[in-house]
């Protein structure tokens, strides 16, 4: 009952003071008397009960949000969002939604839900929407713009173009192209038909992950529907084909764009001199370079010849090119450094690596994780370790990361100066740093241990990394029994493997093949044909990439592997899909 007598007191209150809102004295609802009354709820009712127009309802909600102490609530602000909309005042309302994601947790689908249980206008839901994947999308909150067009799916909401194309590129900088192809099927299904530059967005996502065969489908399907193609689309396939080593099909490209009257430009130009160079074609890239007449060269164009003159042996070349590009204006950048250090690193000219390092600084140039990554890799590869910690402690003042490249560079060279202790350390760092060392990383470790004949040492390394807080998982256990195996230290692979199992990590396909044939080489078939039963008991098979990796490991040891992959076959552990493949590869 007092509830009610409290309600209808509000309502007499705002009743009382709409003609005010109309008239337009809002500050008079500044008034102590008045004010102390205002809440989120009767300034909504107000702006609703006064029936003002558009003009007057967004610059009260302008107004109301000014005063001291109050907020708008979110179903209010929602609700002004869909009147603006509506009033196709387009600017207006989007700026209000970014400014409202901004400050609430709007991709929260019990948010959302609650927030669209009032309005049921597809067209306008489908807006508002759409700007709110854009805004996430583009404040690379890719997460969150995944989530609203879940919303939008699950609703059967069909998002603007805009916002499809704005969401896969978000996708596509971040590589996730599993992802991007996900939601594109999801689009595709609410009804949405992609155009050129969701076309675009796609054929570049191929280019990320080198998918040739998808981004001529996608190619096919343009050119199908009538769509025509431009400098963009060009400019990607001859990107992706340039990449992939197919140089005739990028200039197939070039030949079909300037057929269709799109004139190249210097990004196609570009990709075309470095596949030149890639290929060690140097006068075919300046003959190439030669023919630029409506476009002019960038720094892109002259670190991609001083590249290709570092990868041809020509230093003299490479550095005459720098001075030309420096007497024309144009200050050559770190990655064109790179190129230069990379290859008098190569070369072992380390004190000549060490000028380009110091007039890279008297330019203000700051080394980038190549630049550093090169000159540690360098150093270790002779052994001076102390001159590459030097340029790892650098690396980090400089407020650089290390990387997976870092490290590993890093623990080859402790381990090739036998300073086993410090190449541990490293290891440590690179698993906390969330990296996945390689094989070849634990091998490296394991090796320097064997040649000390020290297998201790070997088998206490995954307890040493437990113990350090590394969560030692069947990763670590699979390269610590690879590399044992490959040095024919079976014995000791084998008390790694039932430590293993005694903490109840259970090895897989690579563990068992690779105790299985050490054994069946050493002629302990017995133990190997027990290895052998345990993998089929768990259905465990040999996949292409094993048989691979097993015959680029054991190239000089065909015959007896052959042999082997025989009797793995009669026991049912290489499929005939896969045995038809390795027929074809051998």
Known sequence: MSRLISVSRENRFIESISAVVVKGNWNQLLRPQVASCLSSTTIEKLSSNASLDLHSCWAFYEWAEKIPGYKHSLQYTWSTIHVLTKSKHFRVAQKLVEKTALKNLLSSPTVLNA?????????????????????????????????????????????????????LNSLVKTRSIAIMWKMYKNMLKLGAVPNLHVYNVLINGCCKSGDVEKAEELWNEIEEKGIVPDIFTYNSMISLYVRKGKHYEALSVQDRMEKAGVAPDIVTYNSLIFGYCREGKMQEALR???????????????????????????????????????????????????????????????????????????????????????????????????????????????????????????????????????????????????????????????DSYCSQNNEEAIERLHSELGESGVIVDISVYRALIKCLCKKNRIECAKRIFDCMEKKGIKGDSVVYTSLAFAYFKEGKTRVASEMLDEMYKRRLNVTLKIYRYFSASNSGENKILGLFWDHLLRRDLISKNVYKHMQELT
């Open 288 to 446: 190439l370079f030669g023919e630029l007449k409506s476009v002019s060269p960038n720094i892109v164009t002259y670190t991609t010849l001083i590249d290709g003159y570092c990868r041809a042996n020509d230093l003299e070349e490479a550095f005459r090119l720098r001075h030309v590009i420096e007497a024309k204006g144009i200050s050559p950048g770190v990655v064109t450094y790179n190129s230069i250090l990379r290859k008098l690193c190569e070369l072992g000219r380390i004190r000549d690596a060490n000028k380009i390092l110091h007039e890279m600084s008297e330019k203000q140039l700051e080394p980038d994780n190549i630049t550093c990554n090169t000159l540690i890799n360098a150093y270790c590869k002779i052994g001076d370790m102390t001159s590459a910690s030097r340029v790892k402690d650098k690396m980090l003042d400089g407020g650089l990361k290390l990387d997976q490249f870092t490290y590993k560079a890093l623990i080859h060279g402790f381990c090739k100066t036998m300073k086993i202790d410090s190449a541990k350390e490293m290891l440590l760092e690179m698993l906390n740093a969330g990296f996945v060392p390689s094989s070849s990383t634990y091998s490296w470790i394991v």
């Open 115 to 167: 927030l669209f249980a009032a309005y049921d206008d597809p067209e306008l839901n489908s807006q508002i929407l759409s700007w709110l994947v854009i805004y996430y999308a583009n404040s690379k909150m890719t997460h969150d713009a995944i989530l609203v067009f879940e919303h939008m799916k699950i609703h059967r909401i069909q998002p603007h173009l805009h916002a499809c194309s704005v969401l």
